[in-house]
C-alpha cells in the first residue's frame, strides 16, 4: 500500500529536485561572483558603473541623435544602442519583403524566375555572412565614382563613394512624425473595424485602404512642408558634397549584406509554408473565382503562416544577434562602441554585462512578439 506524502510522493521529490538544482546554480554563481571580485581587487581594478556618467572624449561616426565627444559614456552606449535597433529593425522590415518575394518567385511556373530564385537562394545562404559584407563594403567604396563623379538617381538623390546623399527637410520633421502617427492609428482603426465587419458579414477585408490610410497624412505633410520650406538639396563639391542628408556605406553595407543574406533563409521557409498547404485548398479558391494573386493573398499565405511563423521567429532573432559583425567594417554598434568603451576604462565585466543585458532583452521582445503573432495565426480558420 502507498503512503501519501515523503519522498515517495512525485510531486514532493519535483520540488526538492528542483530546489537541489536551484540552490547549487546559486551556490555555483555566487563562488564564481567572489572570485572575479576577488582577482579585480588583488590587480586594483575598480567595479561598478559609474563610469557611464564620465566623458567620453571620443567621437562617433554616424549617430540618429546628437552626440560629440563631451557626452558620457552612458550616452555613447545609448548612440549604439539606437543605430543596432535602427539596423536590426530595418532588417527585419527588408529581409521579410524580400524574402517573401524571393520564396513566392521560387514556386513560380515561369521558366526562368524560378531558376533565379533558386539560385539565388543557394548563392547566398551558403556564402558566409561575414565575407559578404566585406564584399558589400568594398562594392561601396570601391567601385563607385566619387562626389564630382557620383550619378544623380533622382532629383537630389547621388550615389557615390561616401554613400548615399539625399534632400533632408530643413524644418517640419515634427509635423511628419505627427503625420506617421495618426497615419498608423487610423490603419490600425480601420484593420480592426475590417475584422469585424468580416466576421459579422463575411465581406473581406481589403488592404489597399489600410496603405491609403497609413500613407496619405504623412505624404500630405511632405508636400505641405515641400510647399512652404526648401528642402536641404546635397551639392557636389571638389571634395566631396555639401548640405543634405547622408546614408554612409558602413551602414548601406551592413543593411544590404544582412538583408539579402536573411532573406534567402526567409524565402526557403516561406516556400516550406505555401508547399505545406494542401493544394485543395488552391483548387475550392479557384472554384470560387479567385484569381491565383487573390488565392496565395487570402488562401494561402495566412495558411501557410501557421508552419512559417516559428522558423522566421528564429531567423529574426539571428539577424538580431548578428548585427554585431558590423564592428568588421567599422559602422558604430553597440558592440563596437562598447570594445571602445572596455579599451579606454578597463572595465570589461561592466561593459559585457551591458552589452549582455541588451542583447537579451531584443532577443526576447523579438521573442515575445513573434509569439503573440504566432498566437494569432494559429487561430486562422477556427472559428
Do not use: C
Not at 567572489?34 to 586594483?44: D, F, H, Y
Not at 557615390?160 to 502617427?181: C, D, E, I, T, W
Request: overall charge positive.
Amino acid at each position: 500500500m502507498r503512503i501519501a506524502g515523503g519522498w515517495s510522493d512525485p510531486a514532493f521529490r519535483g520540488i526538492v529536485t528542483q530546489v537541489l538544482v536551484l540552490a547549487l546554480v546559486a551556490g555555483i554563481v555566487a563562488f564564481l561572483a567572489i572570485n572575479l571580485i576577488g582577482n579585480l581587487e588583488e590587480r586594483s581594478i575598480r567595479t561598478g558603473f559609474g563610469f557611464l556618467w564620465q566623458a567620453a572624449n571620443f567621437e562617433i561616426g554616424e549617430s540618429f541623435i546628437a552626440y560629440d565627444g563631451r557626452a558620457t559614456y552612458g550616452a555613447a552606449l545609448l548612440v549604439g544602442l539606437l543605430n543596432t535597433l535602427v539596423v536590426a529593425v530595418l532588417g527585419i522590415v527588408f529581409s521579410t519583403v524580400i524574402g517573401l518575394v524571393v520564396g513566392i518567385a521560387s514556386l513560380s511556373r515561369n521558366p526562368l524566375v524560378s531558376p533565379l530564385a533558386t539560385t539565388y537562394v543557394e548563392l547566398i545562404r551558403n556564402v558566409p555572412l561575414l565575407l559578404q559584407l566585406y564584399v558589400w563594403y568594398a562594392v561601396l567604396t570601391q567601385m563607385l565614382p566619387a562626389a564630382t563623379d557620383a550619378p544623380q538617381l533622382l532629383p537630389g538623390l547621388y550615389l557615390a563613394k561616401s554613400g548615399v546623399h539625399f534632400p533632408v527637410l530643413r524644418s517640419g520633421s515634427g509635423l511628419v512624425v505627427a503625420a506617421l502617427v495618426i497615419g498608423a492609428i487610423a490603419s490600425f482603426a480601420y484593420a480592426f473595424w475590417s475584422r469585424r465587419r468580416a466576421d459579422l458579414t463575411g465581406a473581406p477585408a481589403l488592404l489597399w485602404p489600410r496603405l491609403l490610410l497609413l500613407l496619405s497624412p504623412p505624404l500630405a505633410a511632405l508636400a505641405y512642408i515641400a510647399a512652404s520650406t526648401p528642402f536641404d538639396v546635397p551639392s557636389p563639391t571638389r571634395f566631396g558634397f555639401s548640405g543634405g542628408g547622408l546614408v554612409t556605406p558602413e551602414l548601406t553595407a551592413l543593411l544590404v549584406g544582412l538583408s539579402l543574406y536573411n532573406a534567402a533563409f526567409i524565402a526557403e521557409i516561406l516556400r516550406a509554408g505555401i508547399l505545406s498547404v494542401h493544394k485543395g485548398q488552391s483548387e475550392a479558391a479557384a472554384s470560387l473565382g479567385l484569381s491565383r494573386s487573390q488565392t496565395m493573398r487570402l488562401v494561402t499565405l495566412p495558411q501557410a503562416m501557421k508552419v512559417a511563423v516559428p522558423p522566421l521567429a528564429s531567423q529574426y532573432l539571428n539577424l538580431a544577434k548578428n548585427t554585431s559583425l558590423a564592428i568588421a567594417i567599422g559602422f558604430p554598434d553597440l558592440m563596437s562602441i562598447g570594445n571602445t568603451i572596455i579599451n579606454q576604462t578597463g572595465q570589461a565585466v561592466e561593459v559585457i554585462a551591458i552589452l549582455m543585458a541588451v542583447y537579451l532583452s531584443m532577443s526576447l521582445s523579438i521573442s515575445a512578439f513573434m509569439n503573440w503573432y504566432n498566437a494569432r495565426v494559429a487561430l486562422v480558420g477556427v472559428k
